[in-house]
């Protein structure tokens, strides 16, 4: 069930990657204004806990395949955060929403990287217990 778990997560990350391409990409098309303060307080927030979460993982020894996407889940979410800040910054300077869709496009790619990173890891661990028969 672990790795049915794992699979569903790089299957949700990979869903959540095409998402967010097209939430920047209807962004693009009809226009919209980031809220650069408010969008850095939350990415801030979310980046601490994500970091106190990698911190708490990081300490696991001999994780299995759904602690290791839970891993590349917070990993995941504190790199996004960070750019999140930083499109932030841009916006509140430049005035622009242009930082918002390129951070969001390098989001929806750090997740599809991620989602396929968990599948292979999935598909992996499921070849393991094939060939030394061992229960999935």
Request: charged residues 15%; hydrophobic residues 50%; glycine residues 12%.
């Amino acid at each position: 069930w672990k790795r049915g778990g794992a699979r569903f997560s790089g299957i949700m990350l990979l869903i959540f990657s095409a998402g967010v391409i097209f939430d920047a990409y209807r962004r693009f098309v009809e226009g919209s204004d980031p809220g650069g303060i408010l969008m850095m307080a939350m990415a801030f927030i979310a980046g601490m806990v994500n970091l106190y979460c990698l911190r708490l993982l990081q300490k696991m020894e001999n994780k299995d395949v759904n602690m290791r996407a839970a891993t590349t889940f917070s990993f995941n979410d504190f790199i996004s955060n960070g750019g999140i800040i930083i499109a932030g910054i841009i916006v509140m300077l430049t005035g622009t929403n242009w930082p918002d869709l390129v951070v969001g496009v390098a989001v929806a790619g750090i997740a599809a990287w991620g989602g396929i990173g968990i599948l292979r890891d999935a598909h992996d661990e499921h070849h393991k217990a094939v060939h030394n028969h061992q229960p999935e």
